[in-house]
């Protein structure tokens, strides 16, 4: 019996030490089409660990709907009218969310901030480099995101502590570091109507509606503006909840994942000498190597989506109401789509990873600003680096969701 069968990828120790690669590896070539079992309340479901198969699901969102949402918990239907955001919608009422709010992301929309983000990122490794030996993560991966976002929705530079501390301590719902309440305590259940079970999200929610009673009927161009100004294409006005879901979405998709590729990256790079020495000696390089960056990080593990039908996915025979999970961070590492899949190559091409989803209409919508932010980023780092090595261990963030990284001590001396 293939050892597949003992994998199970909602077993969090097996994240314990970041992304199990060998056990992704395993599932392509074994059993790509995998049953994974969980603990009561949930059910178990379908990981989908091959790239051609994880397309075929994003693509086709009247088989695997969104509407029953993205995460493993599983939610009623109270707790689905209370919580849905942009990611937890299909049709026309995902598209006119989506409408709503893209302007703010386009390519031309966000090279508007290129001028910012330079002097930003200055600041952010000047006053990182100075101290020799550093977290990483503190100094450098969450400080940038995060002053980018607070741009984007045109808060004090002061708040930003706030925002990212409301993050991790969603993100870390699994993580007894971070978690108010883990989303697997019985205590949890009194949150049951709140994103991620957090009590962090009501403290957002009080801070979003602040913002949005200043701005209420002036003319803003922030995200929190256009979220309470602006109407909706398709005739249903953006409710109270709306504008929670959809503000919380914005704080932690714009931050977490940019944060937790910032973090690997630099740690592949350091693993990968010859890498950075390429990319050192060849700056130009670096815009395409952002997509090998993004690859070989995988800041997301998963997103679910639910069956609405019967229906057969590899040969494997899905019932209708099963979770079907689709794991980009294998999908990214197929060897059936990239050459030396685990092998980081900042000359890649082509590069069409997943990252940001592949296509479908749940394409990430901040796919441009990331981009911008990753280039940007390690077009000034790189630069600087004489000698860099890390220090110590990474600790992990305990999840099977956001591969992500809480620590990272490092040792770098400028050029």
Not at 22 to 47: M, Q, T, V
Not at 189 to 218: M, T, V, W
Request: net charge negative.
């Amino acid at each position: 019996m293939s050892s597949a069968s003992s994998i199970n990828l909602a077993d969090l120790d097996l994240f314990s030490q970041g992304a199990p690669w060998a056990a992704f590896r395993e599932l392509r070539e074994k059993s790509p089409i995998h049953w994974c079992e969980e603990e009561a309340p949930n059910s178990g479901f379908w990981a989908v660990t091959r790239y051609h198969d994880i397309v075929k699901v994003l693509r086709d969102s009247e088989t695997f709907t969104s509407e029953r949402f993205t995460n493993l918990e599983e939610v009623d239907a109270e707790q689905e009218q209370a919580r849905r955001s942009l990611l937890e919608t299909d049709g026309s009422r995902h598209r006119a969310l989506r409408r709503l709010l893209q302007g703010q992301f386009t390519p031309q929309a966000v090279s508007v901030y290129e001028t910012f983000l330079r002097g930003l990122t200055a600041t952010t490794l000047d006053n990182a480099l100075a101290k020799g030996t550093f977290d990483f993560v503190t100094e450098v991966a969450a400080d940038f995101p995060i002053q980018v976002l607070a741009k984007l929705l045109d808060v004090p530079e002061s708040d930003t502590g706030k925002l990212i501390d409301w993050g991790n301590r969603m993100i870390g719902f699994d993580d007894p570091e971070h978690a108010d309440v883990l989303i697997s305590d019985p205590d949890s259940e009194q949150y049951r109507l709140i994103p991620f079970r957090s009590p962090a999200a009501l403290e957002l929610f009080a801070y979003g509606d602040e913002l949005a009673r200043e701005r209420a009927g002036k003319d803003g161009t922030d995200l929190v503006s256009v979220l309470v100004n602006n109407p909706m294409s398709d005739g249903v006005p953006l409710t109270e909840r709306d504008f929670h879901t959809n503000f919380l979405l914005l704080v932690v998709a714009g931050n977490e994942t940019t944060r937790h590729t910032i973090s690997h990256t630099f740690n592949n790079l350091l693993q990968n000498p010859s890498q950075l020495e390429l990319l050192q000696e060849n700056p130009e390089l670096i815009p395409w190597a952002v997509e090998e960056f993004l690859r070989f990080a995988s800041p997301v593990y998963h997103f679910r989506r639910t069956a609405t039908k019967d229906v057969e996915l590899n040969g494997q025979l899905i019932k209708a109401g099963d979770k079907v999970v689709t794991w980009f961070a294998s999908g990214n590492r197929d060897a059936a789509v990239f050459d030396n899949a685990d092998v980081m190559d900042v000359l890649r091409n082509p590069n069409e990873h997943m990252t940001f989803g592949r296509g479908g209409p749940h394409m990430c919508l901040g796919n441009a600003l990331a981009r911008i932010e990753l280039r940007v980023m390690f077009e000034d780092l790189i630069g600087r680096i004489s000698s860099a090595k890390r220090v110590g261990e990474i600790d992990f963030l305990r999840s099977n969701f956001v591969h992500g990284i809480k620590r990272m001590q490092v040792e770098i001396s400028s050029r």
